[in-house]
């Protein structure tokens, strides 16, 4: 399995820009989590999407940010427009379903707000 | 609010060295424990922890959990240059994941 994908991995961009970070959940996965880490606040759950439904956003910051899953198999994060503050690395999750199961990471986008 | 908290914030050993990381926590509606190694990228699942006084196996890692006091000890034997890493302890309630702010291990060779 190739585990969870995360694009782009890296990303440059201005501030007041729109950024996009785009994911695809392990195949079977029912429940897909955004995480933002930082090195004051480290790990925190931003949304959690159960069967492509959003079920908990209490952890998105403001509504400059927003997240999508269209399908089983896909899920963005955007942020418009995107602050200095934003900067941080930007975890996908997936697990199999609700409950008592393991969350697998994807790689992380990078994200830097100039 | 959900609250983890893990011992020490970091530590530096010897090759070959024990290490034993502690994670307690308060939580609304514990499922379980896990424990995470995160080096350099994303985290890696390494434990999860849903009974009391079960003691979970890896290699030269270990762990336990403790639901009467709220605890959770993760032990890396004869440790080696590879274990250098941050290691994130969180519990999981229904579907959430609190995370500490992890114990960053250093082995030195």
């Known amino acids: 399995d190739a585990g969870v994908i995360q694009s782009p991995r890296h990303e440059v961009t201005e501030m007041g820009q729109e950024v996009t970070l785009r994911c695809k959940p392990i195949?079977?996965?029912?429940?897909l989590f955004w995480y933002r880490q930082t090195m004051m606040r480290g790990l925190e759950l931003l949304i959690y999407?159960?069967?492509?439904?959003?079920?908990?956003d209490s952890g998105m910051p403001e509504d400059r940010f927003s997240a999508k899953m269209p399908n089983a198999s896909f899920s963005t994060l955007k942020i418009q427009p995107s602050e200095p503050r934003d900067s941080a690395v930007y975890f996908c999750?997936?697990?199999?379903?609700?409950?008592?199961?393991?969350?697998?990471f994807g790689p992380g986008t990078r994200l830097t707000v100039t | 609010e959900d609250k983890v908290v893990q011992s020490p914030l970091s530590l530096v050993v010897h090759e070959g060295d024990t290490v034993t990381l502690n994670c307690s926590y308060e939580?609304?509606?514990?499922?379980?424990l896990l424990w995470y190694k995160q080096e350099k990228k994303a985290p890696t699942f390494l434990f999860m922890l849903t009974s009391s006084g079960i003691e979970k196996k890896s290699g030269r890692l270990s762990s336990i959990l403790d639901k009467k006091e709220l605890f959770s000890i993760l032990n890396i034997t004869a440790t080696q240059t590879g274990d250098s890493a941050v290691y994130l302890c969180a519990v999981l309630n229904d579907y959430k994941l609190s995370f500490g702010a992890g114990t960053t291990v250093t082995v030195r060779a």
């Open positions: 939580v609304t509606n514990f499922r379980s």
């Open positions: 195949s079977g996965h029912n429940s």
């Open positions: 999750a997936s697990s199999v379903r609700q409950g008592a199961y393991e969350q697998y």
């Open positions: 999407f159960n069967n492509n439904v959003p079920i908990d």
